[in-house]
Nanobody
Framework: QVQLVESGGGLVQAGGSLRLSCAAS??????MGWFRQAPGKEREFVAG???????YYADSVKGRFTISRENAKNTVYLQMNSLKPDDTAVYYC??????????????????WGKGTLVTVSS
């Protein structure tokens, strides 16, 4: 049984920073991703990191967000800088068992956390 638990969400002013964490238990050899869903919008991919540390980003967050992982701690991070009100959403951590797949579609992720809310005020 794989469990993903996010933490680190909260309220921040525009231009500020937050760091999200996702702790994994159970099977931990996973490609990991962060997704988000804003009110009234569909879920979207934010960032992904393979088990071998290759990283991928949505265009909307490139240069502002950084995904990283500590395999020894079974933890993935999302450092979010220069936050904008448009970044307001529930952020979900997700894991994919297919380590070498290049897909970051939410439909291809096998495990999901419950989400953490990020609110960016203007």
């Amino acid at each position: 049984q794989v469990q993903l638990v996010e933490s680190g969400g909260g309220l921040v002013q525009a231009g500020g920073s937050l760091r999200l964490s996702c702790a994994a238990s159970g099977r931990t050899a996973l490609a990991m991703g962060w997704f988000r869903q804003a009110p009234g919008k569909e879920r979207e991919f934010v960032a992904g990191i393979r088990f071998g540390f290759s990283t991928y980003y949505a265009d909307s967050v490139k240069g502002r967000f950084t995904i990283s992982r500590e395999n020894a701690k079974n933890t993935v991070y999302l450092q979010m800088n220069s936050l904008k009100p448009d970044d307001t959403a529930v952020y979900y951590c997700a894991g994919r068992a297919a380590l070498h797949s290049s897909s970051w579609s939410g439909d291809d992720m096998d495990y999901w956390g419950k989400g953490t809310l990020v609110t960016v005020s203007s």
